[in-house]
């Protein structure tokens, strides 16, 4: 696609559930990344994928946590158990050159926890 | 602790008005910085980059950046708002060694009044 697709765009669910959310990148992009935003705050890193490199995981905030990615394609964002203060905004981005920051956001997927 | 402040929550100005938009900086080394826009119903986007070299950085949108090691700053500007770029800036620095882990700012939202 044109940019960098993130489903669902609003997920609610209740405390103690499972979700996962998708981020397809742009194609040809070898890196994808993904951030959460809580509200009235930065961008908080979680993860990021190289290519065929281990990924990042060192901004993943708990176990409960977990991402992974096909090839150099589709990514998802695993949370399990969910708990209120994992209510945020999760957003993911691909880049071209890999080495370098993220380039191209996708618009997020709302997670609100009940 | 390696990270970047933007000690502005909200700024307004008038449109056709000049814009600077704060970020300070607390490496050891010089960074990479960065500044991204966050628009209504759109998706982060990169304005420019500084990796070294030329302290100027232009970017996109007729934005411009200048980077100050006596000052520890990274300030964002444009000589005349647009009432089109009114949005939240997000200034963001390396968090480590990787690129992709990235350190961004709380935001500063930006208001233009007509």
């Known amino acids: 696609g044109a940019g960098v697709s993130q489903s669902p765009s609003n997920k609610v669910t209740e405390k103690g559930k499972d979700v996962e959310l998708r981020c397809d990148p742009i194609?040809?992009?070898?890196?994808l990344y993904w951030y959460r935003q809580r509200l009235g705050q930065g961008l908080e890193f979680l993860i990021y994928f190289q290519g065929n490199s281990a990924p990042d995981k060192s901004g993943l905030p708990s176990d409960r946590f977990s991402a992974e990615r096909t090839g150099e394609s589709v990514s998802t964002l695993t949370i399990q158990r969910t708990q209120q203060e994992d209510s945020a905004v999760y957003l993911c981005?691909?880049?071209?050159?890999?080495?370098?920051?993220?380039?191209?956001f996708g618009d997020g997927t709302r997670l609100s926890i009940l | 602790a390696q990270s970047v402040t933007q000690p502005d929550i909200h700024i307004t100005v008038s449109e056709g008005a000049s814009l600077e938009l704060r970020c300070n900086y607390s490496?050891?080394?010089?960074?990479?910085l960065f500044w991204y826009v966050q628009s209504p119903g759109q998706g982060l986007q990169l304005l420019l980059k500084y990796f070294s070299g030329d302290t100027l950085v232009q970017g996109i949108k007729g934005f411009e950046a200048e980077f100050k090691r006596s000052q520890s700053s990274f300030n964002l500007r444009k000589p005349s708002v647009h009432w089109s770029d009114a949005a939240e800036y997000f200034c963001a620095g390396p968090r480590g060694s990787t690129l992709g882990r990235l350190y961004f700012g709380r935001g500063t939202q930006l208001t233009v009044w007509p």
């Open positions: 490496y050891g080394a010089t960074p990479y």
């Open positions: 981005a691909s880049s071209f050159n890999g080495g370098g920051q993220p380039q191209h």
């Open positions: 194609s040809g992009h070898t890196a």
